[in-house]
């Protein structure tokens, strides 16, 4: 099986809500910043009063690369994207198409979830309506 991330203590909330196909994004309640990966200070001002809010869920797709050769488990080829969310933070992520080839920078995408055991795990997908 593909890996999972293994939760840290600030990461651990995330997560949690992943599992439940919930995308949610930090950010901080001093300087309205959002940000991700999750920590437990804001990387901007340095509060320390996080909240994670309901995250639109869509994106765009920045950069990529397409892997011809993947570690056990993964189906090459496949595809890793450097995604903007609509709230504003990156995210490195898996991209999930069934047309790799047509995959382009700019494309609009949306969250979608993969099933890893007990887990989910966040990956992207092309978003057929928002795109071009
Ligand atoms: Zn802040």
């Given at each position: 099986?593909k890996?999972?991330?293994?939760?840290?203590?600030?990461?651990?909330?995330?997560?949690?809500?992943?599992?439940?196909q919930?995308?949610t994004?930090?950010?901080?309640?001093?300087?309205?910043?959002?940000?991700?990966?999750?920590r437990?200070?804001?990387?901007r001002?340095?509060?320390?009063?996080?909240?994670l809010?309901p995250?639109a869920?869509t994106?765009t797709?920045?950069?990529f690369v397409?892997?011809?050769?993947g570690?056990?488990?993964f189906?090459?080829?496949?595809a890793?994207?450097?995604?903007e969310?609509?709230?504003?933070?990156?995210?490195?992520?898996?991209?999930?198409?069934?047309?790799?080839?047509?995959?382009?920078?700019g494309?609009?995408?949306?969250?979608?979830?993969?099933?890893?055991g007990?887990?989910?795990?966040?990956?992207?997908?092309p978003?057929?309506e928002?795109t071009?």
């Open positions: 099986m890996p999972v991330a293994p939760p840290t203590p600030d990461t651990q909330e995330w997560f949690d809500l992943i599992d439940q919930r995308l994004v930090p950010r901080c309640r001093s300087c309205a910043s959002f940000f991700l990966y999750p437990s200070s804001c990387p001002c340095g509060a320390r009063e996080i909240e809010v995250a869920g994106g797709l920045l950069s397409i892997n011809h050769r570690p056990a488990g189906d090459a080829p496949y890793l994207g450097m995604i969310l609509a709230e504003g933070p990156r995210v490195l992520t898996g991209i999930v198409t069934d047309d790799i080839d047509a995959l382009a920078v494309d609009s995408v949306r969250a979608v979830f993969e099933e890893r007990e887990r989910r795990v966040l990956n992207f997908a978003d057929e928002g071009r």
